[in-house]
């Protein structure tokens, strides 16, 4: 190494060490708390080398039917950041972060001007999502809040709105913990590029799907199917927690049968009888699609992991 590299290396520890001395709160990361493991993989990647993020809804649990634990309440009472997607997804987090992080920053993702949101499908076989929000609730307070309750809450199945978290994440964080805020942003650039990498993957490997019909679960896919061009007719349940009706699951069977749909996939935190009821006599095969990374252990990993995943899925299900 040549003397004034040397040299330069030096006064830079030296200034890094006089910036710990002068900003204790340096040493501490920010306590981040992330509701669900897709957002927690890449908020993990924007925090990379700084701390990590506390993640609500672990292992092979649904945010539809999720229930708090006291570890979670604690969690949130200590959080200096909170990362959710929205009352519209995670239902059971509204009451308690009121309850229990009242000072700490919401980061709603749904909230996100740089963040393309799709309408909830209707009409067809797709009936209007519902996540067991109250509908119709005049009484609510949060007007913003009302104007979302016909979109589509699974919004980090499409890479470019996973962009648009990962920044906002960066900015929220270098906020929070200015001290950081160059890892932040070089973490974020990072991911960034990963992202874009990953994107250009996917459309590859999900081009020779485009016309080839399949039935889903439940509606958790529209970004995924609007940015890769597939071909979803649509979903057994409307929301994952509910039973569907004998009436729906009639008119889902037509729709497979009159459509040739190849696939109808089941997701792993749900009971795959349905899904073997509604094939029942149909030429459709079934498969496993896990839109929420139910079946992967939480980490910056996780989340393009997931939409490999999901993309090899549909490819060994529908063919090439
Ligand atoms: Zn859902």
């Keep these: 190494m040549r003397l004034t590299a040397l040299s330069a290396l030096l006064t830079a520890a030296l200034a890094a060490t006089a910036a710990t001395a002068s900003l204790p709160a340096w040493a501490e990361a920010p306590k981040v708390v992330v509701s669900i493991k897709p957002i927690h993989s890449l908020v993990a990647s924007v ?3 700084v701390g990590e993020p506390t993640l609500l809804v672990r292992g092979g649990a649904s945010p539809h039917s999720y229930t708090m634990k006291p570890s979670d309440a604690k969690a949130l009472s200590a959080a200096d ?6 009352p519209e997804l995670e239902g059971f987090l509204e009451k308690p972060l009121q309850a229990n992080a009242p000072k700490a920053t919401r980061l709603t993702l749904m909230d996100l001007k740089s963040l393309t949101l799709l309408q909830a499908r209707e009409g067809g076989a797709w009936e209007p999502h519902d996540h067991g929000h109250e509908h119709h609730d005049h009484d609510h307070k949060d007007h913003a809040h009302e104007d ?4 589509n809450s699974h919004i ?3 890479p470019a709105n996973a962009r648009a978290i990962v920044t906002a994440t960066a900015d929220a964080l270098a906020a929070k913990d200015p001290a950081d805020a160059e890892a932040y942003r070089t973490n974020a650039d990072r991911t960034l590029q990963a992202l874009d ?3 250009a993957e996917l459309k590859t490997t999900l081009a020779p799907l485009k016309d080839k019909p399949f039935v889903v679960f439940h509606d958790a896919y529209q970004y995924f199917e609007a940015r890769y061009d597939l071909s979803a007719v649509g979903s057994i349940t ?3 927690d509910r039973r569907p009706s004998a009436k729906r699951l009639s008119a889902i069977r037509a729709k ?8 109808v996939f089941s997701e792993p935190q749900f009971e795959p009888t349905l899904v073997r009821t509604v094939v029942e006599g149909t030429k459709a095969k079934t498969g496993v699609l896990d839109p929420e990374g139910a079946d992967l252990p939480e980490g910056e990993a996780l989340y393009p992991t997931l939409m490999r995943n999901l993309a090899a899925s549909l490819r060994g299900c529908l063919g090439a």
């Design 47 to 49: 925090m990379h080398g």
């Design 81 to 86: 950041l909170v990362v959710w997607v929205g």
């Design 148 to 151: 979302h309750e016909e979109l």
């Design 156 to 158: 980090w199945l499409d």
């Design 197 to 199: 990498a990953l994107d």
């Design 238 to 240: 409307v929301s994952p």
């Design 256 to 263: 497979i049968a009159g459509l040739n749909a190849a696939c």
